[in-house]
């Protein structure tokens, strides 16, 4: 996500980070650069132009101008004011202090609202709530169906009466249905249409009545960038919304959605779908995403991902291992499962300060998810004893493993040599030598 803004961006501000000085000059190319930079992100072009003002009016100030390091007072004031941009700060949904807590869920057709309402309940399940979906979008084919089967990918209890009957009585209906039920939450997914129309607004606002919603959201396609802005502005203007969930922000390589929203709507972001899964939906920090979009990495969320996986006393068994060189492909298999628990591998670098670089390497050795689904298959076609000592692998079992694993034995050979190094960075690591990403890469490739 986006990929070309930070790119851009990363360039400009490297530039300005390597002059001594600044001058006014400086200053405006640096905000031409930024602001063609926004414009091919497709953020707004009013967004761009404040958001460029206000950059260029606090790099001009005798603090930074003056300073032993304005370059990095640069960095710092954009990297400020893009987090303002996308709302300041993180906002948390409102939960009744006591009863059901109601969440609507809005948005148009096609814009992936039945997937983020159960992506939404496996996150609050998470948390320890008791969440139940309210199945009320009866004008889309299947769309009560596929509710229910995401529901259970969710373990998330679905209300539902079919698609005959009316959706705002469903609504009510349901709302009773969790309050005997003793339920935590109910997010009622209410039907899309192509477009933002007089039958849909008045269906929402009618189901509003009935349910009183603590939360009302709109559930945004990331991919259609200024559209999704338009039709933000268009319910903000007819329903009133609390909050925006963006979806697909990870196959938005530009990003105007995200940076538009907020400061044309005066709504947040308050989740970002981030990947295909059902546990790929996660709380939006403007912060971090304007670290990530400057390279600078998202360590917040990274140790948050990584304690969501990780056993503090595997965590304990792992460490020994490495200090000991007991580490073997039975525990790498073992570790590359739990950071594929994280996300997928360009995600959970994008979070690495200053990977921006390996990323590309990545992407040229064209290392995605399949390559990694490959090297499981290897290991597992290899006996225990295999994987505890793989200097035992010679040509005729090099054979058998890929036969097993459906490779060759070029890719055997290669998983070997790979792993033996990556032993050897390991014991520097553990000795407090730490290389750095380009080695660790070659490593991983």
């Known amino acids: ?25 400086d200053v405006d190319k640096a905000m031409r650069e930024i602001r063609l930079a926004l414009l091919e992100a497709d ?11 206000a950059v260029k009016e606090r790099c001009l100030g005798a603090d930074v101008l003056e300073s032993l390091d304005p370059g990095q007072q640069v960095v710092k004031i954009v990297s400020d004011e893009l987090t303002e941009l996308m709302g300041g700060s993180k906002r948390d949904l409102a939960l009744a202090p006591s009863g059901v807590t109601v969440i609507l869920m809005a948005g148009l057709q096609g814009s992936g609202k039945t997937t983020a309402c159960a992506k939404l309940a496996r996150k609050l399940g ?4 008791d969440v139940a979906l309210a199945a009320c979008d009866t004008q889309r084919p299947a769309a009560v169906e596929q509710l229910v089967t995401m529901g259970k990918r969710a373990n998330a209890h ?26 935590d ?3 009622v997914d209410t039907a899309g249409r192509l477009h933002v129309d007089e039958e849909l607004m008045d269906q929402l606002v009618a189901i509003r009545k009935r349910t009183n919603p603590h939360n009302v959201l709109l559930v945004l396609d990331a991919m259609t960038g200024q559209d999704a802005v338009n039709v933000a502005e268009a319910f903000a203007e007819r329903a009133d919304f609390d909050g925006v969930i963006l979806t697909k922000l990870d196959g938005d390589a530009r990003g105007g959605a995200a940076l538009s929203v907020k400061a044309l709507t005066g709504k947040p972001i308050m989740y970002a779908s981030v990947g295909e899964r059902i546990e790929q939906l996660e709380p939006f920090h403007p912060d971090r995403m304007a670290s990530r979009i400057l390279g600078m990495g998202d360590v917040l969320s990274l140790i948050e991902k990584a304690e969501q996986v990780t056993d503090a006393e595997q ?13 073997t492909l039975e525990d790498f298999l073992q ?5 594929r628990k994280m996300g997928p591998i360009a995600n959970v670098l994008g979070m690495m300060p200053g990977m921006g670089k390996a990323m590309k390497q990545l992407r040229a050795a064209n290392m995605d998810e399949r390559e990694l689904d490959r090297i499981e298959a290897i290991i597992l076609s290899m006996t225990p004893y295999e994987r505890a000592h793989p200097e035992v692998i010679d040509g005729s079992r090099r054979k058998r493993i890929a036969r097993g694993s459906g490779t060759t034995v070029q890719a055997v050979n290669q998983l070997v040599k790979q792993f033996g190094q990556m032993k050897k960075m390991m014991a520097a690591i553990s000795r407090g030598k730490m290389p750095d990403p380009a080695q660790l890469l070659r490593g991983m490739r």
């Not at 998470?126 to 709530?129: A, D, M, N, S, V």
């Not at 965590?315 to 580490?327: G, H, N, S, W, Y």
């Open 1 to 25: 996500m986006f990929e070309a803004l930070g790119d851009r961006l990363q360039a400009t501000l490297s530039d300005v980070r390597s002059r001594g000085k600044l001058t006014e000059a």
């Open 43 to 53: 953020v707004n072009f009013k967004v761009v132009k404040q958001f460029t003002s």
């Open 126 to 129: 998470e948390q320890g709530k």
């Open 158 to 183: 679905v209300y539902e009466q079919g698609t005959s009957r009316d959706p705002v009585d469903i609504a009510e209906w349901a709302l009773g249905q969790a309050k005997r039920d003793g339920r």
């Open 185 to 187: 939450v109910l997010i």
């Open 315 to 327: 965590a304990a068994e792992l460490e020994r291992k490495i200090r000991t060189k007991q580490f």
């Open 335 to 339: 570790q590359l499962r739990q950071v």
